[in-house]
């Protein structure tokens, strides 16, 4: 079955001479350039990274560096997303208005370069996720190999993995807007105060890490299995998320969700 999949997907990399990876440095992204690089050659492959207030800094980094080792030419762009009045009011269409702003760019870059495809690294899995951001993508011509060749999120990570890819094992990503309730305003202030939270935790050894912002009230999520770690550490956490103007700190009993703030009809709980 896989092999099916891998043979459809390098099919779908081939009908173009050459490509653009919207590339994040993430786990589907990640695997999607590796194979792009491999089936069309490095010189017809442009990874893009995208540099915003909504993404975490160190991970804009940390896919620049992966890209150079992978050997894929790259590209850095910055996004404004933050400066777009509908984006900023947070409606449910959020992603919709940043992936608009995304896009745009990676096309007009494409155009500019000659590339005829432009690719994001969505999985068949996220057609059951709550993505308005997909629409954006079709409206623009962007095309998803991975989706459309019906590889999972698991199964990507089991390719990379034989691709000794380091970012077989890595946490889901999410922008930093995810963690803010659908109606409160997006502020860079408090992408700035969930970054520098999530940054917090992360350094003391937690590999998943949600912050969500619920106005002065800070909801942790990790692994289910880290929470009684979670909660060794939580004077010192509580401490330094106060100075970044909390004034509670908590944690989810549940554990981390994926879309944990996604309307209740899309099927996340």
Known sequence: MLRSKLKKLRAILKESESALVAFSGGVDSSYLLKE??????????????????????????????????????IKVIKTFEIDDARFVKNPLKRCYYCKRELFSKLKAIAKKEGIPALFDGANYDDRLDFRPGSVAGKELGVRSPLKEAGITKAEI???????????????????????????????????????????????????????????????IEVFPEDLSRLLKHRLKIAEKLKTLGYLYVTFDIEGFRSGSMNPPKSGAR
Request: hydrophobic fraction near 40%; glycine fraction near 6%; charged fraction near 30%.
């Open 36 to 73: 792009a690089l491999e089936t069309l050659g490095k010189e017809m492959v442009l990874a893009v990274v995208a540099s915003s207030e909504t993404y975490p800094e160190n991970e804009v980094k940390d896919a620049v560096k992966l890209a150079k080792k992978i050997g894929a030419r």
């Open 157 to 219: 990570r089991k390719l990379s993995k034989a691709y000794k890819l380091p970012t077989w094992n890595k946490p889901s990503l999410a922008c930093l807007a995810s963690r803010i309730p659908f109606g409160t305003k997006i502020e860079k202030k408090t992408l700035g105060m969930v970054g520098n939270a999530e940054d917090f935790i992360r350094a003391l050894g937690f590999r998943q890490v949600r912050v969500r912002h619920h106005g002065n009230i800070a909801r």
